[in-house]
């Protein structure tokens, strides 16, 4: 068998193993060592890749921003952050009707401001909202599709641990891949108050109201809300105008938000423990994913699948507009199966050189940034697609009582409110570009 029909051949291997429930570090690890086992004809090979690979990928100095954006993530879930974002925003909207879903949206974009995971939000701004979703007439489905939907936010509004493996994998500088998410999520939340302000109007018995806070109870939230705008202008602010590199912010954020949670009173020992553990063993899932994506794509850079794959696209004749509809929406089905992460790691060393390949008006770096947005965007989407979005069995984990049907249904007027916001960044890339 040559070495191209064994790197095809490897697609469905690797996919049966998902299927089985593998892990998909350990997955991408076995389709990678065995590749270039089978690839290479005996051990030599394979051995000198496996004492070379490992110190190769975590030497990598951008790869250490990842434990210090997650250890700050931890600090701002315990520092009660949360709490304060859903309280300012439902001060300001909670008396409009869908108001406190709108104010769900808000609290996980400011969270997401802090907090670089999709998941961690919507599992903190859960345990805030959903209580007073349900307290003031929200029905279940709408409340926990709500805050699956408002989840997504993390991974787009920077920092954002996705954009990191980005940049790092098409070599694109972060600060500016944090300057290009930046107007793309503040299109999501606004969408997204958007699409409940529609339901609410569509089905004007899925929502509740509540009294309108005076003025001076209003200025007091948004007073406490001041540690996130301090942190989040500190560490983007600060990458963007080159006070320090982004491993530099990350470190900076995460002291920032431990002194914060000091202060407030919310950090002692045992929370400061938890969140070091909780950080670990984040960042060691990540790096095994890591890992076994190194392994995998080297195997597949052997069988020269990426490049078979570029010449063949480009030979078809095919618009390179088609060719990204195409690509976009391989990943919105692959949402419904893996983990953002995941897919990232998996699929951009095969589609970037496919996608650079042709010609879209811009420069190399103009292409990936605004690829890298439109792809972390598609990945969010997939999050919460039913059947199988990870963000929608978070949510109902947390809301037992409200059935997985219900979550499915309001869901689909997020999702539209993406396709939408998808294909507005797709037709007008200075939208995306614009701050870079």
């Known amino acids: 068998m040559s070495d191209l029909a064994l790197g095809y051949l490897s697609f469905p291997v690797l996919l049966l193993l998902i299927l089985l429930r593998?892990?998909?570090?350990?997955?991408?690890?076995?389709?990678?060592?065995?590749?270039?086992?089978?690839?290479?004809?005996?051990?030599?090979?394979?051995?000198?890749?496996?004492?070379?690979?490992?110190?190769?990928?975590?030497?990598?100095?951008?790869?250490?921003?990842?434990?210090m954006f997650l250890l700050m993530g931890q600090f701002a879930t315990h520092s009660g952050m949360?709490?304060?974002?859903?309280?300012?925003?439902?001060?300001?909207?909670?008396?409009?009707?869908?108001?406190?879903?709108?104010?769900?949206v808000g609290a996980c974009a400011g969270?997401?401001?802090?907090?670089?995971?999709?998941?961690?939000?919507?599992?903190?701004?859960?345990?805030?909202?959903?209580?007073?979703?349900?307290?003031?007439?929200?029905?279940?489905?709408?409340?926990?599709?709500?805050?699956a939907a408002g989840g997504t936010l993390g991974i787009l509004i920077p920092p954002s641990v996705i954009l990191v493996i980005y940049a790092i994998l098409t070599e694109q500088n972060i600060a500016k891949l944090f300057a290009a998410a930046i107007i793309p999520g503040i299109i999501?939340?606004?969408?997204?108050?958007?699409?409940?302000?529609?339901?609410?109007?569509?089905?004007?018995?899925?929502?509740?109201?509540?009294?309108?806070?005076?003025?001076?109870?209003?200025?007091?939230?948004?007073?406490?809300?001041?540690?996130?705008?301090?942190?989040?202008?500190?560490?983007?602010?600060?990458?963007?105008?080159?006070?320090?590199?982004?491993?530099?912010?990350?470190?900076?954020?995460?002291?920032?938000?431990?002194?914060?949670?000091?202060?407030?009173?919310?950090?002692?020992?045992?929370?400061?423990?938890?969140?070091i553990f909780e950080t670990a063993t984040?960042?060691?899932?990540?790096?095994f994913i890591v890992l076994g994506a190194a392994?995998?794509?080297?195997?597949?850079?052997?069988?020269?699948?990426?490049?078979?794959?570029?010449?063949?696209?480009?030979?078809q004749g095919f618009s390179p507009w088609t060719v990204m509809v195409l690509i976009l929406v391989f990943y919105l089905i692959l949402g419904c199966l893996m983990d953002s992460l995941s897919m990232i790691l998996l699929t951009v060393p095969i589609f970037w050189p496919v996608i650079s390949g042709l010609d879209y008006g811009m420069t190399t770096e103009e292409l990936a940034i605004w690829f890298g947005?439109?792809?972390?965007?598609?990945?969010?989407?997939?999050?919460?697609?039913?059947?199988?979005g990870m963000n929608l069995f978070i949510i109902n984990s947390m809301d037992k009582e409200t059935p997985m049907t219900a979550t499915y249904k309001a869901v689909l007027f997020f999702v539209g409110s993406d396709v939408v916001r998808v294909f507005i960044l797709l037709m007008f890339p200075a939208i995306t570009l614009v701050l870079i």
């Open 22 to 67: 593998a892990p998909i570090g350990l997955a991408m690890l076995l389709c990678g060592i065995g590749g270039l086992w089978l690839a290479t004809d005996g051990t030599t090979v394979f051995m000198a890749r496996l004492k070379s690979e490992v110190f190769s990928t975590f030497s990598s100095y951008n790869l250490s921003i990842i434990p």
């Open 82 to 104: 949360s709490r304060s974002l859903f309280k300012a925003a439902e001060a300001w909207l909670g008396h409009r009707k869908g108001g406190m879903a709108m104010a769900a």
């Open 111 to 147: 969270f997401g401001a802090i907090c670089g995971s999709s998941l961690a939000t919507a599992a903190t701004m859960s345990k805030v909202a959903l209580p007073e979703l349900r307290k003031y007439g929200y029905s279940g489905g709408f409340s926990t599709a709500t805050l």
């Open 188 to 275: 999501a939340a606004l969408g997204y108050m958007i699409t409940i302000a529609i339901y609410v109007r569509i089905y004007p018995d899925q929502a509740g109201t509540k009294e309108r806070m005076p003025y001076s109870d209003r200025i007091k939230a948004i007073g406490a809300v001041w540690p996130v705008l301090l942190v989040f202008g500190l560490v983007v602010g600060g990458i963007y105008n080159g006070w320090f590199t982004p491993t530099e912010g990350a470190a900076v954020g995460a002291m920032g938000t431990g002194l914060i949670a000091f202060f407030s009173g919310s950090m002692n020992w045992a929370v400061f423990r938890q969140s």
């Open 282 to 287: 984040g960042t060691g899932m990540i790096f």
């Open 295 to 315: 392994f995998y794509n080297g195997f597949l850079a052997l069988t020269q699948v990426p490049q078979e794959l570029s010449a063949f696209v480009t030979e």
């Open 373 to 388: 947005i439109l792809v972390l965007i598609v990945v969010e989407v997939g999050l919460i697609t039913p059947p199988v």
